[in-house]
């Protein structure tokens, strides 16, 4: 791998992985758009720690809380609607959240391994994306004056966060996209949802690296131990930043942004792809 493809792929996994664009379809397609040489399991590997480990420091306070109060079910300060949640509940909602990736995720994975790595797929997943998340911004207005926080969560609803999650394992669906769009949907408010999303994706992250670790093991590929460190340490601290701004964005923003750019991104490698790109 070059110095560029490092920086440039290790930065987009930071950006992506917590913005509602899709981080796998991205690679895909930074790949493609550079005709830039396969970087590697093992390197896609080492990205996925530093954005866990950029997840894992940014939400610090609230890991901290949730392991030293388990025994006792102390209280988890969350910045949201109504304050709060239990260690214990909020425990559950993140294993309820978790439950269907474990479950299904490894069969989604042969077939999108099989069939959905190519900028054609991504392409179209990025228009649905764009469409999953004008769904969610419509009902976060329709059900505004319902919303509440993760103290008012209940496990089947986690559940059905985690199902919907199920579906980011296709490039181009954006994890935190559909994750935080069916929080919303469901009622909660957006700040709330946005911090379920990431809380979610800390398991979901290190799963997915575990996964992608094993894989490269199994293929026997030459691993470029500086290449992968250097991208871990851009990717942690590209995707901290990216999650702090996202935070802020979501106290008054929109998705909108998000929409336009998942849309025209998704409809113009369509184009390319039919134009013979």
Not at 63 to 68: D, F, G, N
Not at 125 to 133: C, M, N, P, Q, R
Not at 168 to 193: C, D, E, N, Y
Not at 208 to 237: K, P, Q, R, T, Y
């Amino acid at each position: 791998m070059s110095f560029i493809q490092i920086i440039v792929l290790a930065v987009v996994q930071g950006i992506t992985e917590f913005l509602p664009i899709s981080s796998s379809g991205h690679l895909i397609l930074g790949s493609w758009l550079f005709n830039w040489p396969d970087q590697g399991l093992f390197f896609d590997a080492a990205v996925h720690v530093g954005t866990l480990v950029a997840v894992l420091a940014y939400f610090r306070r609230e890991w901290i809380q949730l392991a030293t109060g388990l025994a006792g079910n102390g209280p988890v300060e969350i910045d949201d609607v109504g304050g709060g949640i239990r260690a214990r509940s909020l425990a559950i909602l993140i294993v309820a959240g978790t439950v269907p990736l474990v479950v299904f995720g490894p069969f989604i994975k042969d077939v999108v391994e099989s069939d959905f790595r190519d900028p054609t797929a991504v392409g179209w997943l990025l228009i649905g994306t764009a469409l999953a998340l004008s769904i969610g911004e419509y009902f976060s207005r329709k059900i505004h004056s319902q919303q509440y926080g993760l103290g008012a969560m209940k496990t089947p609803q986690g559940f059905t966060i985690g199902l919907i999650q199920t579906f980011a394992v296709f490039p181009g669906i954006s994890r935190s996209g559909v994750t935080m769009i069916a929080g919303m949907t469901l009622g909660l408010s957006r700040q709330s949802a946005a911090r379920f999303s990431m809380l979610l994706a800390t398991p979901a992250i290190a799963g997915a690296g575990v996964l992608v670790a094993m894989d490269a093991l199994d293929s026997s590929e030459n691993v470029d131990l500086g290449a992968a460190g250097l991208g871990a340490v851009i990717s942690a601290f590209t995707a901290y930043f990216v999650i702090s701004g996202l935070m802020r964005l979501l106290r008054n923003g929109s998705f909108r942004p998000f929409i336009a750019y998942c849309a025209v991104a998704g409809i113009a490698v369509v184009i390319a792809r039919a134009a013979g790109a």
